[in-house]
C-alpha cells in the first residue's frame, strides 16, 4: 500500500490504519476484511440494495452519504457493522487525498 501516516494516532486493529492518511491511489482508499455472512432480509428492510449486499458480504466496505451528513464526508460502513464519517481533501501538490477520520457513528443493523 501506498500509504503516509500523517499523524500517530492509528484506527485499531479492524483498519490497521492510521486516522489520517494520504491516498495516491484508488486502491489505498479500500477497507477489506474477511467476506461475511450477513442477514440480507434485515438488509434489505433497512434500504439496503443489492450491490452493497454482495459488496459487504465479499469483505469490502461500502461508502455513501446519508441525510445529514456534512456536505464534506462520507460514510464509511464495514461488513461488521462499524460505520463512521471520513473526509478526503485533495492536495494538488502531491496529487493524492487526505483521508481523516472524523467520527465514529452508531452501528449498522446486522
Do not use: F
Not at 490504519?17 to 484508488?26: D, E, G, L, M, V
Amino acid at each position: 500500500m501506498n500509504i503516509r501516516q500523517t499523524t500517530g494516532a492509528t484506527m485499531g486493529q479492524v483498519l490497521e490504519k492510521p486516522s489520517t492518511y494520504i491516498a495516491r491511489s484508488h486502491a489505498d482508499l479500500a477497507v477489506r476484511m474477511r467476506p461475511a455472512r450477513l442477514n440480507r432480509d434485515r438488509l434489505r428492510q433497512h434500504g439496503y440494495g443489492e450491490a452493497a449486499i454482495r459488496t459487504l458480504e465479499s469483505g469490502v466496505a461500502i461508502s455513501y452519504v446519508e441525510r445529514g451528513t456534512p456536505a464534506d464526508c462520507t460514510v464509511v460502513e464495514l461488513p461488521d457493522g462499524t460505520r463512521y464519517l471520513e473526509r478526503g481533501t485533495w492536495l494538488s501538490d502531491e496529487q493524492a487525498w487526505r483521508i481523516e477520520r472524523v467520527s465514529e457513528l452508531p452501528r449498522a443493523p446486522r
